[in-house]
């Protein structure tokens, strides 16, 4: 049995004709159905023409100096009436974003301390706000989020360098610079510059090497225990031992709140200051400015974020 669209769509009706035939019915009177269509008198005639050879019926009758509706005309405006207004403004109407019900999958780059203390509270937040979203978490870094922006990702959370004018970006905190350590092995009262060096150190290395943000800074060399690839592990790392970690201050905050018995120094003032970080920032593509699941994400993460940063400032 023929559905609704063969039934219907199939047939010979071209839909711009019952717009025509919409505004000739209001008015009464082709000169001025014309004049609001933007049509030629001739155009309208020939229009309320088709649409009467394919409705099989009269639409208007002469009637006077203008036209009247048939029986016919009549039922077909009250069904225009009741429905055209609707359609139009379906059709020209923005869909409303709904959270609840979005079951849109979004591509977000992360830093490694980022996927920290960003990605579980969103996760959170989208369980209880967006149940049917989906995240897909990638690894980014200063080095690699522009070409990964590029490639489709939704947003991103990191610290950047230049990036093209296609890309938005926004300010999140200021990291700032840490030292964690475990004060049941490592005593430490003022942090030296001379103790700092002549200490054992953990440090994150992007390259695979031996060089952390200190470093890169002041090409000089720490007593390096151990090199890894992010923070997800740097806790569990120091933890029972007496080295130092020299980290954002936001993943030091993140890292006590589970491991609160780790304490964090200040970086002796002669290397604080030349590393004081980067700004943390929450970037995403323009092409997703109006793009309302991606705008609901960011404002998610700006949210997540203004918490992140007040906790840097915690001991």
């Known amino acids: 049995m023929p559905d609704f669209h063969d039934r219907e769509l199939g047939r010979d009706l071209d839909l711009n004709l019952l717009r025509v035939f919409a505004v000739v019915a209001e008015t009464g009177a082709v000169t001025e159905a014309a004049r609001r ?3 030629t008198q001739s155009a309208v005639s020939a229009a309320l023409r088709r649409l009467t050879t394919a409705v099989g019926a009269p639409l208007f009758l002469r009637s006077g100096r203008g036209i009247a509706l048939t029986g016919r005309g009549a039922r077909l405006r009250a069904v225009l009436d009741a429905h055209l207004g609707a359609i139009v403004e379906g059709a020209l109407a923005p869909a409303k974003f709904d959270p609840s019900t979005t079951e849109r999958t979004l591509r977000i780059g992360l830093s490694d301390s980022a996927e920290l203390w960003a990605l579980p509270p969103l996760l959170r937040v989208l ?7 989906r995240i897909i978490a990638l690894p980014v870094q200063f080095r690699t989020v522009g070409a990964a922006l590029a490639s489709g990702l939704a947003a991103a959370v990191t610290v950047a360098d230049d990036l093209p004018a296609t890309i938005r970006r926004e300010r999140l905190f200021h990291g700032g610079f840490t030292c964690l350590y475990d004060p049941r092995h490592a005593r430490l009262r003022t942090l030296t510059e001379a103790e700092y060096f002549a200490r054992d150190h953990i440090i994150v290395s992007y390259n695979g090497d031996l060089r952390g943000i200190v470093e890169d800074v002041f090409d000089k060399s720490r007593k390096v225990r151990c090199s890894v690839s992010g923070f997800a592990n740097i806790g569990a790392l120091v933890e029972g031992t007496a080295m130092l970690a020299t980290i954002p ?7 006590r709140a589970s491991r ?5 120094k200040p970086l002796p003032r002669s290397l604080a200051l030349p590393i004081e970080g980067s700004y943390v920032e929450l970037l995403w593509p323009a092409v997703t400015e109006d793009d309302e699941p991606c705008q609901f994400v960011r404002a998610k993460i700006r949210e997540i974020a203004r918490k992140a940063g007040g906790m840097k400032n915690s001991r």
């Open 249 to 255: 201050a936001f993943v030091a905050a993140k890292i």
């Open 260 to 264: 609160p018995h780790l304490k964090t």
């Open 127 to 133: 369980e209880q706000e967006a149940p049917h979203m």
């Open 37 to 39: 269509l933007y049509l």
